[in-house]
T-cell receptor, first 113, second 112 residues
Framework: AQRVTQPEKLLSVFKGAPVELKCNYSYSGSPELFWYVQYSRQRLQLLLRHISRESIKGFTADLNKGETSFHLKKPFAQEEDSAMYYCAPGEEAGGTSYGKLTFGQGTILTVHP | SQTIHQWPATLVQPVGSPLSLECTVEGTSNPNLYWYRQAAGRGLQLLFYSVGIGQISSEVPQNLSASRPQDRQFILSSKKLLLSDSGFYLC???????????FGEGSWLTVV
């Protein structure tokens, strides 16, 4: 069964400090990995996906297949990064469960001034 | 552009009463549609998944049901609510091909 673990429910850092939101997954096959974010009073939305290998709002995430991890990192946190972050693996294209993501419990990130 | 709306935004219902949450998508055709729930202290749990009109997959056994009477309309229902049905319900859609999911505003349900 697909499973994703975000060990930290709450994470607090000061502005300018590095931040890492952890995500470990257990997934059959080769999943696609996503990070979704929900800012205060906004909808849950896609932040980034590992196949794009892109940096969004200064965040990056590296897929480590050996450790089955997909940690989200940012070298210098900003106050506007405060939000709820969800890690979500999903089946890659062609799979029978393609399009159905498994979400973690989420991590609430608070960046203090 | 595509938009998704769900309503009502908040709902307080007594135990044993019926439920109907509605969701519509505009600007696309034949989307995949989803209902997720976030209960207190838990992550987002996929409840139902639909790839077309009248095609509903239930992901977890529960007190709820879903229907898709039209291509871009997705309804979450219950005949008799339980206290454990309380939570935050999210409707979402995706392209037929693609894992990026677009969420609605969400509906807070409190069963009292």
């Amino acid at each position: 069964a697909q499973r994703v673990t975000q060990p930290e429910k709450l994470l607090s850092v000061f502005k300018g400090a590095p931040v890492e939101l952890k995500c470990n997954y257990s997934y059959s096959g080769s999943p696609e990995l996503f990070w979704y974010v929900q800012y205060s009073r906004q909808r849950l939305q896609l932040l980034l996906r590992h196949i794009s290998r892109e940096s969004i709002k200064g965040f990056t995430a590296d897929l480590n297949k050996g450790e089955t991890s997909f940690h989200l990192k940012k070298p210098f946190a900003q106050e506007e990064d405060s939000a709820m972050y969800y890690c979500a693996p999903g089946e890659e294209a062609g799979g029978t469960s393609y399009g159905k993501l498994t979400f973690g419990q989420g991590t609430i990130l608070t960046v203090h001034p | 552009s595509q938009t998704i709306h769900q309503w009502p935004a908040t709902l307080v219902q007594p135990v044993g009463s019926p439920l109907s949450l509605e969701c519509t998508v505009e600007g696309t055709s034949n989307p995949n549609l989803y209902w997720y729930r976030q209960a207190a202290g838990r992550g987002l749990q996929l409840l139902f998944y639909s790839v077309g009109i009248g095609q509903i997959s239930s992901e977890v056994p529960q007190n709820l049901s879903a229907s898709r009477p039209q291509d871009r309309q997705f309804i979450l229902s219950s005949k008799k609510l339980l206290l454990s049905d309380s939570g935050f319900y999210l409707c979402a859609w995706s392209w037929v091909v693609g894992n990026t999911i677009y969420f609605g505003e969400g509906s807070w349900l409190t069963v009292v």
